[in-house]
């Protein structure tokens, strides 16, 4: 049982996919860093940080990265039928707990990574502290204006970070759980995709639920409201993976 347990998660991480969605997030946060602003500290990290989440092009796409790690890779084990041999050795609940606890990871890896890179940068080539000179009034009525004189400028690095993490594992895991209820994997891939536009716009006025607004934090006024969010999120998404071998099971 360890032993499949250490192998899925090396597997999460040691696959093509994986490393190709990273590059690409990395790209695209680490370019609207380079190109938004002067890097010769002349201007507020913030302003940097608003080019990265907000002109960086990524916001749109941000599902479809982390469902390339592993979250397909069910399709694979069921065409093949090795997922027989998997539940020969152990129950699909089983089975179902660790491989969503490997796709998770991956997938909130693949962009958590990026994302503290990306916050670094800002601060390394920006002025952090509450935004003055030209940049000055530039938080107002935003929540990290709040974050950053009450806790810091760590605690918005760390909460986007966080964020970016919660928003990966549970991308992955939708995408892991098309590939469970259809076994396709083109399925798998874009029916994630599909799925968070949609709610990008069907929850526009809701944007404790939009799945874009708790990405960015911000726009929802709490981090940790947010975090809780993608939390149920990450809940429900099991619930239906579990559903779903449960089913791959009981049809042989």
Same mark, same amino acid.
């Given at each position: 049982? &360890?032993?499949?347990?250490?192998? &899925?998660?090396?597997?999460?991480?040691?696959? #093509?996919?994986?490393?190709?969605?990273?590059?690409?997030?990395?790209?695209?946060?680490?370019?609207?860093?380079?190109?938004?602003?002067?890097?010769?500290?002349?201007?507020?990290?913030?302003?940097? #940080?608003?080019?990265?989440?907000?002109?960086?092009? !990524?916001?749109?796409?941000?599902?479809?990265?982390?469902?390339?790690?592993?979250?397909?890779?069910?399709?694979?084990?069921?065409?093949?039928?090795?997922?027989?041999?998997?539940?020969?050795?152990?129950?699909?609940?089983?089975?179902?707990?660790?491989?969503?606890?490997?796709?998770?990871?991956?997938?909130?890896?693949?962009?958590?990574? $990026?994302?503290?890179?990306?916050?670094?940068?800002?601060?390394? !080539?920006?002025? $952090?502290?509450?935004?003055?000179?030209?940049?000055? +009034? /530039?938080?107002?009525?935003?929540?990290?204006?709040?974050?950053?004189?009450?806790?810091? &400028?760590?605690?918005?690095?760390?909460?986007?970070?966080?964020?970016?993490?919660?928003?990966?594992?549970?991308?992955?895991?939708?995408?892991?759980?098309?590939?469970?209820?259809?076994?396709?994997?083109?399925?798998?891939?874009?029916?994630?995709?599909? /799925?968070?536009?949609?709610?990008?716009?069907?929850?526009?006025?809701?944007?404790? #639920?939009? $799945?874009?607004?708790?990405?960015? +934090?911000? &726009?929802?006024?709490?981090?940790?409201?947010?975090?809780?969010?993608?939390?149920?999120?990450?809940?429900?998404?099991?619930?239906?993976?579990?559903?779903? /071998?449960?089913?791959?099971?009981?049809?042989?």
């Amino acid at each position: 049982m &360890d032993g499949f347990f250490l192998k &899925d998660v090396k597997r999460s991480f040691l696959n #093509l996919g994986f490393f190709i969605g990273m590059a690409v997030v990395a790209v695209l946060l680490l370019a609207a860093v380079v190109t938004g602003a002067p890097l010769n500290r002349t201007r507020s990290s913030y302003y940097i #940080l608003t080019n990265v989440f907000a002109a960086s092009g !990524f916001g749109p796409f941000a599902a479809v990265f982390p469902v390339l790690a592993y979250g397909t890779s069910f399709c694979e084990e069921y065409q093949s039928g090795y997922y027989r041999m998997i539940f020969a050795r152990m129950s699909p609940v089983r089975f179902g707990k660790i491989r969503i606890f490997t796709v998770a990871l991956s997938g909130g890896v693949m962009l958590a990574v $990026p994302i503290a890179l990306s916050c670094a940068a800002a601060y390394i !080539f920006g002025v $952090p502290g509450v935004p003055q000179a030209s940049d000055q +009034g /530039l938080l107002d009525g935003n929540i990290m204006f709040t974050y950053i004189t009450k806790y810091g &400028d760590w605690y918005v690095a760390v909460g986007k970070t966080v964020l970016g993490f919660l928003f990966g594992c549970v991308w992955a895991l939708v995408g892991f759980a098309f590939a469970v209820w259809t076994a396709n994997r083109y399925v798998a891939l874009i029916a994630p995709f599909v /799925l968070y536009e949609s709610l990008w716009i069907a929850l526009d006025k809701m944007p404790y #639920l939009n $799945p874009i607004r708790l990405l960015r +934090g911000e &726009d929802v006024g709490s981090y940790p409201l947010a975090a809780g969010m993608e939390c149920i999120y990450l809940i429900v998404v099991s619930a239906v993976i579990l559903a779903g /071998l449960m089913r791959r099971y009981r049809n042989g």
